[in-house]
């Protein structure tokens, strides 16, 4: 059943990404914050400072590296960061790089030092990153008292087709099984973050 129905699609919208559906940009914000795990964040982040014109809003990007041994892993994302700065028009002084992070407990362990050191923790702060992850990321964030505003770079249960003709050829076991993986995975973490 999991591997034919949309059951990972489901569950992702239902208990992770329904409340953060057509949510519209802040624009009263100081800073722009994007924890490390993806690419099309750091996007969405360069996309919405250039197109609301935040000019004096910098971007606040949390490195990372999620392996257990960093020795022999390399931070693909930081890379891709450093060649998509020069072809964006975002400069290198609108990034600030917080030091390498493992998880998302630590992203906003990162963002917390950084804004106590600099007095400011009174900032708001856009938090952009996938739509699934976003209440995890919430629950974090409002453990070290952030004003987050949460924009989902991307949604894991949004589809471009609906009706039953279009699911029925879209069947993808594989798609359904790594959906119903990342809700469980997510959920898991959700529930570990909880205690922390």
């Given at each position: 059943?999991?591997?034919?129905?949309?059951?990972?699609?489901?569950?992702?919208?239902?208990?992770?990404?329904?409340?953060?559906?057509?949510?519209?940009?802040?624009?009263?914000?100081?800073?722009?914050?994007?924890?490390?795990?993806?690419?099309?964040?750091?996007i969405?982040?360069?996309?919405?400072?250039?197109?609301?014109?935040?000019?004096?809003?910098?971007?606040?990007?949390?490195?990372?590296?999620?392996?257990?041994?960093?020795?022999?892993?390399?931070?693909?994302?930081?890379?891709?960061?450093?060649?998509?700065?020069?072809?964006?028009?975002?400069?290198?002084?609108?990034?600030?790089?917080?030091?390498?992070?493992?998880n998302?407990?630590?992203?906003f362990?990162?963002?917390?030092?950084?804004?106590?050191?600099?007095?400011?923790?009174?900032?708001?702060?856009?938090?952009?990153?996938?739509?699934?992850?976003?209440?995890?990321?919430?629950?974090?964030?409002?453990?070290?008292?952030?004003?987050?505003?949460?924009?989902?770079?991307?949604m894991?249960?949004?589809?471009d087709?609906?009706?039953?003709?279009?699911?029925?050829?879209?069947?993808?076991?594989i798609?359904?099984?790594?959906?119903?993986?990342?809700?469980?995975?997510?959920?898991?973490?959700?529930?570990?973050?909880?205690?922390?």
């Amino acid at each position: 059943m999991i591997a034919i129905l949309p059951v990972g699609q489901t569950l992702i919208y239902h208990f992770l990404e329904k409340d953060f559906i057509n949510l519209s940009v802040q624009k009263d914000i100081d800073y722009i914050f994007v924890p490390s795990g993806g690419q099309d964040r750091l996007i969405k982040a360069i996309i919405i400072k250039d197109k609301y014109d935040l000019d004096k809003v910098k971007i606040i990007y949390s490195t990372g590296r999620p392996f257990l041994n960093k020795a022999q892993s390399k931070d693909g994302e930081l890379k891709f960061v450093k060649n998509l700065i020069p072809s964006s028009k975002v400069n290198k002084e609108d990034f600030i790089f917080l030091p390498e992070a493992r998880n998302t407990h630590e992203n906003f362990s990162r963002l917390n030092q950084y804004l106590l050191s600099n007095n400011e923790k009174d900032s708001k702060i856009l938090l952009i990153t996938h739509g699934y992850h976003l209440k995890r990321s919430i629950m974090l964030a409002n453990k070290y008292k952030l004003q987050i505003y949460p924009l989902p770079s991307s949604m894991a249960s949004y589809s471009d087709t609906k009706g039953f003709i279009n699911s029925y050829q879209k069947i993808s076991v594989i798609s359904n099984l790594r959906k119903f993986d990342l809700f469980v995975k997510e959920l898991i973490s959700t529930f570990f973050s909880y205690f922390l």
